[in-house]
């Protein structure tokens, strides 16, 4: 062998540890399990967890939890993207900025309406219809926290992945 010549280890394609694809799982399932809700809620189903379901649901509000549980569905399918093998089929580029997009907006809707509850309950914001605080407080403690842990698990497996990957080059 020459002297300076040195043989490079092959860099290898193995997948992402096993927390980064147990985040990405859980961010897929967060869509998943909040994508069903809106069908539930676009076929007219109750669960008595929200101030929109009516007896009759209008065209609109049908066609919003359709577009939602739609959306949803395509946002569990990026989080998982970004840790499969068929995930790269998809240019880097369009994954990432849709995770960072879907992330981002989780994460502001649940500060938003978690941070607009308070505001209303305290009295500080008033609102010009009274409405029931059964809905505020479920807004406030299941809705707002909900749409902030999607947004903090498509973030971490965001960051986790861009980490994963800056180490393999």
């Known amino acids: 062998m020459k002297k300076g010549f040195e043989m490079k280890k092959p860099v ?6 096993r927390l980064i694809v147990g985040i990405a799982y859980a ?8 994508a069903l809700l809106s069908f539930f809620w676009a076929a007219g189903g109750k669960t008595g967890l929200h101030e929109f379901e009516i007896e009759k649901p209008d065209a609109f509000l049908y ?3 359709l577009i939602a549980a739609v959306l949803k569905v395509v946002a569990g399918l990026i989080a998982l993207a970004l840790v499969q093998p068929w995930g790269k089929r998809i ?9 960072c997009v879907a992330g981002a907006i989780f994460i502001l809707h649940g500060l938003y309406s978690i941070l607009g509850d308070i505001l209303v309950i305290v009295g500080v914001v008033p609102i010009s219809e009274p409405t029931n605080s059964k ?3 479920l807004d406030l403690y299941l809705w707002g926290p909900w749409w902030l842990l999607g947004g903090i ?5 965001l960051w986790l992945t861009w980490r ?6």
Do not use: Q
């Open 91 to 99: 240019p880097r580029w369009m994954l990432i900025t849709s995770a």
């Open 63 to 65: 066609a919003t939890n």
């Open 12 to 17: 290898s394609f193995s997948r992402p540890s």
């Open 164 to 169: 994963y990957r800056r180490a393999r080059v």
């Open 135 to 137: 809905w505020r407080l």
């Open 153 to 157: 698990l498509f973030a971490l497996v």
């Open 27 to 34: 961010a897929g399932a967060w869509a998943f399990l909040f």
